[in-house]
């Protein structure tokens, strides 16, 4: 009797965990004014963006997640990371709080969101992330659909 309770235990919380598995395609989300888009490969790897519905709340913003350590694009020295599109390399290109940088990001969002070949690079680590419904996801900048703005 006390196996069966055991068995029935087991099975119930396994059935409770959640379950860690990636996406392996882009997903979108909305919450608190925050348009939200992310992709996982499954291996603690991932891609998530946030782009507030008005630039009086923030503009673009994103996080990298490398075999379990998260980098984010919010600031310049350093912490940023490398998004590689079809091989052309964009340097920390959610970071958007300079003329420069703001350039940066309105010549790799069109690509981005057209890429066959996605990888996301920082302090000598490379992963390829999935490309699967990306440009369905993730609208051109012209778009009345698109809140990701640069702040430049």
């Known amino acids: ?26 997903t979108a989300g909305w919450g608190m004014g925050v348009s939200e888009y992310h992709v996982s490969d499954g291996n603690n790897n991932e891609l998530h ?3 507030p519905d ?12 490398i075999n379990g350590k998260m980098y984010s694009s ?21 970071f958007t709080d300079c003329r420069v940088c703001g350039d940066i990001f309105h010549s790799f969002w069109e690509p ?21 419904n990306l440009s369905d996801v993730l609208h051109p900048l ?4 698109n809140s990701c703005h640069a702040s430049w």
């Open 49 to 51: 963006i946030s782009c």
């Open 54 to 65: 008005d630039e009086y709340s923030g503009y673009i913003s994103a996080t990298a997640t």
């Open 112 to 132: 981005f969101r057209n890429a066959n070949n996605l990888l996301v690079s920082v302090e000598g680590e490379m992963v390829r992330l999935p490309t699967t």
């Open 1 to 26: 009797m006390k196996l069966k309770g055991c068995i029935i235990a087991l099975s119930i919380s396994a059935l409770a965990s959640p379950a860690m598995a990636g996406s392996y395609e882009w």
């Open 142 to 145: 012209e778009s009345e659909l």
């Open 74 to 94: 919010s600031n310049q020295s350093g912490d940023g990371f490398d998004v590689i599109v079809d091989g052309e390399v964009y340097s920390n290109p959610f």
